[in-house]
């Protein structure tokens, strides 16, 4: 059974960082893009950031600059440091694995973990 779980949320300041983490089990994801996604109240998902086998990265717009997406494929996990982080950012942040080598829409991914939830106050 394929898992991935997700740590490291919790409540910041703004300015401030977090290091979200996510483990994955079940099978390997090499070869396969994983991307963090989040989702704000009455928001749609959007992808914040994803990263291919070989380290190719995309970053949404409002987070370039302030977001680094990582992964070990050894460990099986993947990453994402925040920082200077502000309100706009709060919502609940989904890692996900994709079927493709390079994904940048929703669809495109198969499997997602349950969610961490992150709250940037003012």
């Known amino acids: 059974q394929v898992q991935l779980v997700e740590s490291g949320g919790g409540l910041v300041q703004t300015g401030g960082s977090l290091r979200l983490s996510c483990a994955a089990s079940?099978?390997?994801?090499?070869?396969?893009?994983m991307g963090w996604f989040r989702q704000a109240p009455g928001k749609q998902r959007e992808l914040v950031a994803a990263i291919t086998d070989g380290g190719t990265t995309y970053y949404a717009d409002s987070v370039k600059g302030r977001f680094t997406i990582s992964r070990d494929n050894a460990k099986h996990a993947v990453y994402l440091q925040m920082g200077g982080l502000k309100p706009e950012d709060t919502g609940v942040y989904y890692c996900a694995a994709s079927s493709t080598y390079y994904a940048v829409a929703a669809k495109e991914y198969n499997y997602w973990g349950q969610g961490t939830q992150v709250t940037v106050s003012s």
């Open positions: 079940g099978r390997t994801f090499r070869n396969n893009a």
